[in-house]
Protein backbone atom coordinates (compact mmCIF):
# COMPACT_ATOMS: atom_id res chain seq x y z
CA UNK A 1 0.00 0.00 0.00
CA UNK A 2 1.24 3.75 0.09
CA UNK A 3 3.16 5.31 2.45
CA UNK A 4 2.23 8.00 4.56
CA UNK A 5 4.66 9.64 7.01
CA UNK A 6 4.75 12.31 9.17
CA UNK A 7 7.62 14.37 11.45
CA UNK A 8 8.34 14.58 13.71
CA UNK A 9 6.87 11.13 15.75
CA UNK A 10 6.97 13.00 19.12
CA UNK A 11 7.22 16.80 19.80
CA UNK A 12 7.42 18.62 23.31
CA UNK A 13 6.71 22.67 23.68
CA UNK A 14 5.94 25.35 25.83
CA UNK A 15 2.74 26.94 25.96
CA UNK A 16 2.31 29.66 23.67
CA UNK A 17 5.00 28.46 21.40
CA UNK A 18 4.07 27.28 17.98
CA UNK A 19 4.95 23.73 16.71
CA UNK A 20 4.81 22.62 12.58
CA UNK A 21 3.99 19.10 11.79
CA UNK A 22 5.08 17.66 8.44
CA UNK A 23 3.03 14.81 6.84
CA UNK A 24 4.56 13.26 3.39
CA UNK A 25 3.10 10.61 0.79
CA UNK A 26 6.29 9.01 -0.20
CA UNK A 27 5.48 7.04 -3.47
CA UNK A 28 1.71 8.75 -4.48
CA UNK A 29 0.53 12.06 -4.95
CA UNK A 30 -1.77 13.42 -2.98
CA UNK A 31 -4.37 15.40 -4.40
CA UNK A 32 -6.03 15.71 -1.28
CA UNK A 33 -4.58 15.29 2.30
CA UNK A 34 -6.65 15.65 5.75
CA UNK A 35 -5.67 15.85 9.40
CA UNK A 36 -7.45 14.61 12.45
CA UNK A 37 -6.67 14.55 16.21
CA UNK A 38 -7.06 11.68 18.73
CA UNK A 39 -7.73 12.18 21.99
CA UNK A 40 -6.89 8.83 24.55
CA UNK A 41 -9.22 6.10 24.19
CA UNK A 42 -11.06 8.28 21.55
CA UNK A 43 -12.21 8.01 17.93
CA UNK A 44 -10.08 10.12 15.01
CA UNK A 45 -11.95 13.64 14.93
CA UNK A 46 -11.05 15.29 10.96
CA UNK A 47 -9.57 18.53 11.72
CA UNK A 48 -9.24 19.70 8.12
CA UNK A 49 -9.06 18.79 4.56
CA UNK A 50 -7.17 20.42 2.15
CA UNK A 51 -6.12 19.97 -1.56
CA UNK A 52 -3.01 20.81 -3.62
CA UNK A 53 -2.89 24.20 -3.58
CA UNK A 54 -5.98 25.56 -2.55
CA UNK A 55 -7.20 26.74 1.28
CA UNK A 56 -7.91 23.49 3.79
CA UNK A 57 -11.45 23.29 4.71
CA UNK A 58 -11.72 23.47 8.57
CA UNK A 59 -14.45 21.21 10.55
CA UNK A 60 -16.93 23.26 12.77
CA UNK A 61 -15.18 24.19 15.37
CA UNK A 62 -11.72 23.91 14.42
CA UNK A 63 -9.88 27.33 14.48
CA UNK A 64 -8.26 28.10 11.40
CA UNK A 65 -6.33 30.48 12.75
CA UNK A 66 -4.73 28.49 15.24
CA UNK A 67 -4.61 25.36 13.29
CA UNK A 68 -2.57 26.55 10.11
CA UNK A 69 -2.66 23.99 7.22
CA UNK A 70 -0.46 24.53 4.06
CA UNK A 71 -1.07 21.76 1.21
CA UNK A 72 1.82 23.45 -1.33
CA UNK A 73 2.93 20.30 -3.07
CA UNK A 74 1.49 16.89 -4.21
CA UNK A 75 3.62 15.53 -1.72
CA UNK A 76 3.46 17.30 1.34
CA UNK A 77 0.90 18.69 3.66
CA UNK A 78 1.76 20.87 7.17
CA UNK A 79 0.32 21.63 9.82
CA UNK A 80 0.97 24.67 12.57
CA UNK A 81 -0.01 24.70 15.97
CA UNK A 82 -0.03 28.30 16.85
CA UNK A 83 0.13 29.44 20.47
CA UNK A 84 0.02 26.00 21.95
CA UNK A 85 -1.34 25.55 24.99
CA UNK A 86 -1.76 22.51 26.94
CA UNK A 87 -5.12 21.74 25.82
CA UNK A 88 -3.99 20.93 22.18
CA UNK A 89 -1.94 17.86 23.86
CA UNK A 90 -3.44 14.87 21.41
CA UNK A 91 -2.35 12.73 18.44
CA UNK A 92 -2.17 14.58 15.23
CA UNK A 93 -2.48 12.15 12.18
CA UNK A 94 -2.74 12.80 8.65
CA UNK A 95 -3.86 10.84 6.16
CA UNK A 96 -3.52 11.09 2.10
CA UNK A 97 -5.69 10.56 -0.95
CA UNK A 98 -4.86 10.17 -4.70
CA UNK A 99 -6.85 12.01 -7.43
CA UNK A 100 -10.51 10.87 -7.10
CA UNK A 101 -9.68 7.86 -5.04
CA UNK A 102 -11.53 7.04 -2.12
CA UNK A 103 -9.03 5.25 0.31
CA UNK A 104 -7.02 7.09 2.68
CA UNK A 105 -3.57 6.19 3.63
CA UNK A 106 -2.65 7.23 7.41
CA UNK A 107 0.12 8.14 8.41
CA UNK A 108 2.01 6.67 11.99
CA UNK A 109 0.92 10.47 14.16
CA UNK A 110 2.53 12.90 15.65
CA UNK A 111 2.18 13.05 19.59
CA UNK A 112 2.06 16.80 20.68
CA UNK A 113 2.84 17.55 24.60
CA UNK A 114 2.58 21.47 25.69
CA UNK A 115 3.76 21.74 28.76
CA UNK B 1 -25.55 14.51 12.24
CA UNK B 2 -24.93 11.72 10.90
CA UNK B 3 -22.72 9.65 12.84
CA UNK B 4 -21.49 5.89 13.03
CA UNK B 5 -21.21 4.27 16.09
CA UNK B 6 -20.19 0.38 17.55
CA UNK B 7 -22.12 -1.42 20.59
CA UNK B 8 -19.59 -2.47 22.28
CA UNK B 9 -16.38 -0.66 23.12
CA UNK B 10 -14.00 -3.76 24.90
CA UNK B 11 -14.24 -7.38 23.18
CA UNK B 12 -12.46 -9.93 24.91
CA UNK B 13 -11.23 -13.45 22.46
CA UNK B 14 -9.15 -16.34 23.43
CA UNK B 15 -6.60 -17.11 20.86
CA UNK B 16 -7.33 -19.35 17.97
CA UNK B 17 -11.37 -18.01 18.10
CA UNK B 18 -13.44 -15.78 15.89
CA UNK B 19 -13.84 -12.34 16.57
CA UNK B 20 -16.75 -10.78 15.93
CA UNK B 21 -16.41 -6.59 15.97
CA UNK B 22 -19.72 -4.68 15.41
CA UNK B 23 -20.72 -1.25 13.58
CA UNK B 24 -24.00 0.72 13.00
CA UNK B 25 -23.86 3.89 10.32
CA UNK B 26 -26.91 6.43 10.55
CA UNK B 27 -26.28 7.41 7.07
CA UNK B 28 -28.48 6.29 4.60
CA UNK B 29 -26.28 7.93 1.84
CA UNK B 30 -23.25 6.22 3.22
CA UNK B 31 -21.77 3.62 0.28
CA UNK B 32 -18.62 3.15 1.16
CA UNK B 33 -17.21 1.39 4.58
CA UNK B 34 -13.73 0.71 5.40
CA UNK B 35 -12.41 -1.21 8.58
CA UNK B 36 -9.23 0.51 10.34
CA UNK B 37 -7.04 -1.74 12.96
CA UNK B 38 -4.97 0.64 15.12
CA UNK B 39 -2.27 -0.43 17.26
CA UNK B 40 -1.28 1.28 20.32
CA UNK B 41 0.23 5.15 19.67
CA UNK B 42 0.13 4.29 15.78
CA UNK B 43 -1.78 5.69 12.92
CA UNK B 44 -4.76 3.56 11.71
CA UNK B 45 -4.48 0.80 9.42
CA UNK B 46 -6.34 -0.23 6.09
CA UNK B 47 -7.87 -3.63 6.73
CA UNK B 48 -10.52 -3.70 4.36
CA UNK B 49 -13.36 -2.16 2.68
CA UNK B 50 -17.11 -2.70 1.40
CA UNK B 51 -19.28 -0.45 -0.95
CA UNK B 52 -22.64 -0.35 -0.75
CA UNK B 53 -23.36 -2.32 -4.04
CA UNK B 54 -22.02 -5.54 -2.04
CA UNK B 55 -22.91 -7.63 1.24
CA UNK B 56 -19.78 -9.52 1.70
CA UNK B 57 -16.09 -9.45 1.23
CA UNK B 58 -13.56 -11.68 2.40
CA UNK B 59 -9.84 -10.69 2.91
CA UNK B 60 -7.06 -12.83 4.70
CA UNK B 61 -8.40 -14.19 7.72
CA UNK B 62 -11.19 -11.17 7.29
CA UNK B 63 -14.47 -10.86 6.60
CA UNK B 64 -17.05 -7.69 6.48
CA UNK B 65 -20.50 -7.87 6.27
CA UNK B 66 -22.71 -5.07 5.33
CA UNK B 67 -26.65 -4.92 5.95
CA UNK B 68 -27.92 -1.90 4.39
CA UNK B 69 -31.51 -2.70 5.69
CA UNK B 70 -30.59 -2.09 9.03
CA UNK B 71 -27.64 -0.24 8.52
CA UNK B 72 -25.06 -2.70 10.07
CA UNK B 73 -21.02 -3.59 9.58
CA UNK B 74 -19.51 -6.11 10.71
CA UNK B 75 -15.59 -7.24 10.47
CA UNK B 76 -15.11 -11.10 10.88
CA UNK B 77 -11.33 -11.94 12.49
CA UNK B 78 -10.73 -16.13 11.81
CA UNK B 79 -8.45 -17.69 14.39
CA UNK B 80 -7.77 -14.55 16.18
CA UNK B 81 -4.12 -13.85 17.45
CA UNK B 82 -2.61 -12.40 19.84
CA UNK B 83 -1.32 -9.51 16.83
CA UNK B 84 -4.77 -8.73 16.18
CA UNK B 85 -5.35 -7.21 19.72
CA UNK B 86 -5.97 -3.49 19.02
CA UNK B 87 -8.87 -0.82 18.65
CA UNK B 88 -10.72 -1.39 15.13
CA UNK B 89 -12.60 1.49 13.92
CA UNK B 90 -15.71 1.37 11.32
CA UNK B 91 -15.38 4.27 9.09
CA UNK B 92 -17.76 5.38 6.16
CA UNK B 93 -17.95 7.39 2.99
CA UNK B 94 -20.83 8.87 1.23
CA UNK B 95 -20.32 9.32 -2.46
CA UNK B 96 -18.72 12.50 -4.29
CA UNK B 97 -16.66 12.77 -0.93
CA UNK B 98 -13.48 11.76 0.34
CA UNK B 99 -14.17 12.74 3.91
CA UNK B 100 -14.55 9.65 6.08
CA UNK B 101 -16.29 9.56 9.42
CA UNK B 102 -14.91 7.28 11.94
CA UNK B 103 -17.15 5.37 14.66
CA UNK B 104 -16.21 5.33 18.28
CA UNK B 105 -13.99 2.46 18.16
CA UNK B 106 -13.32 -1.25 19.55
CA UNK B 107 -10.92 -2.59 21.42
CA UNK B 108 -10.09 -5.89 21.09
CA UNK B 109 -8.21 -7.69 23.66
CA UNK B 110 -7.04 -11.18 22.70
CA UNK B 111 -6.30 -13.94 25.76
CA UNK B 112 -3.31 -16.26 25.18
Known amino acids: GAVVSQHPSRVICKSGTSVKIECRSL??????MFWYRQFPKQSLMLMAT?????????EQGVEKDKFLINHASLTLSTLTVTSAHPEDSSFYICSASGQGAREQYFGPGTRLTVT | GESVGLHLPTLSVQEGDNSIINCAYS??????FIWYKQESGKGPQFIIDIRSNMDKRQGQRVTVLLNKTVKHLSLQIAATQPGDSAVYFC???????????FGTGTKLQVIP
Open chain 2, 91 to 101: AENSGGYQKVT
Open chain 2, 27 to 32: NSASDY
Open chain 1, 27 to 32: DFQATT
Open chain 1, 50 to 58: SNEGSKATY
